[in-house]
């Protein structure tokens, strides 16, 4: 099960923030089609938020295909996001893990780390790699 989060110096919308930690959350492996989302009502209980912003993340999660809500049952995801094997998505975070200890040991703060991986990530894209 998912443990949705709020950071309310985002900049980012509480709902579009829900519909980004379940897309990471299929990314990464952690959901997998048949799983079933927090209901409304749990969601709201964790997060102080209106029962309609939670509506509206599961209805944009569910017209992009990725959940489908079956009444009186719940949420439900329909399809896995990313491509790559749960094996190798495990040796990836760990170098990065790694590479991430190596950023903050050399003195590197998060927001340095960001604008580095930002950086970098568009390196790679303008290379093709991404």
Do not use: C
């Not at 980004?20 to 989302?37: F, I, N």
């Not at 964790?46 to 049952?73: C, D, Q, S």
């Not at 998505?89 to 991430?100: E, F």
Request: no cysteine; net charge neutral.
């Amino acid at each position: 099960m998912i443990d949705f989060h709020l950071d309310p110096r985002s900049g980012v919308s509480t709902y579009m923030q829900l519909v980004q930690q379940v897309k990471h959350a299929l990314r990464l492996g952690l959901l997998e089609p048949g799983d079933r989302l927090p209901t409304a009502a749990e969601v709201v209980a964790a997060l102080a938020i209106n029962p309609n912003t939670v509506l509206k993340a599961y209805r944009e999660l569910e017209r992009e295909g990725l959940v489908n809500a079956r009444p009186g049952l719940g949420t439900f995801v329909e399809r896995s996001l990313g491509q790559a094997s749960p094996l190798d998505r495990a040796r990836l975070r760990r170098q990065l893990a790694g590479w991430l200890r190596s950023a903050y040991g050399a003195g590197l703060d998060r927001e340095d780390v960001e604008a580095l991986f930002a950086a970098a990530l568009r390196d790679a894209a303008r290379e093709g790699a991404a």
